[in-house]
């Protein structure tokens, strides 16, 4: 856990959030500004600063997210949804904790904008 990092603070239960899903690796909780009619965040316990980080070492945690992406996805019933981690200033990341946006209900564009 990384000192002063919201999320971690959220993972741990220290600070509240409206919870979707937990394991021992990962937790998965409501956007607080919902982007789209569903839109929930789903991150690792332990603290990766952002995709730039993935390694050999911790890419299993990824992988697990994923599982866990399908499997929620596939509980709250949505047929088609996306999946998007901001990198960086310019990509729009705000929180420098890995984090992985799942948003439905909506027509989406694309490209982005
Ligand atoms: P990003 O801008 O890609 O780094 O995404 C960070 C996301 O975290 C934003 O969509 C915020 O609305 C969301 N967020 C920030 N603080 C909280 C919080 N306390 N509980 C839930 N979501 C939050």
């Not at 909780?29 to 929930?40: G, K, L, N």
């Not at 994923?66 to 929180?95: C, H, K, M, P, T």
Request: hydrophobic content about 40%; proline content about 6%.
């Amino acid at each position: 856990m990384k000192n002063d990092c919201l999320f971690c603070a959220i993972a741990a239960g220290e600070i509240p959030s409206s919870k979707v899903y937990e394991d021992e690796i990962c937790f998965a909780f409501y956007d607080i500004a919902p982007q789209a009619p569903v839109h929930f965040l789903v991150i690792p316990k332990e603290h990766i600063g952002s995709v730039a980080e993935i390694s050999g070492e911790n890419s299993p945690v990824v992988a697990h997210i994923f599982e866990v992406i399908a499997r929620v996805a596939r509980e709250l019933g949505l047929e088609s949804y996306r999946v998007v981690s901001n990198i960086g200033e310019q990509a729009g990341q705000s929180v420098h904790h890995l984090h992985f946006h799942v948003l439905s209900g909506r027509d989406m564009t694309w490209p982005p904008g």
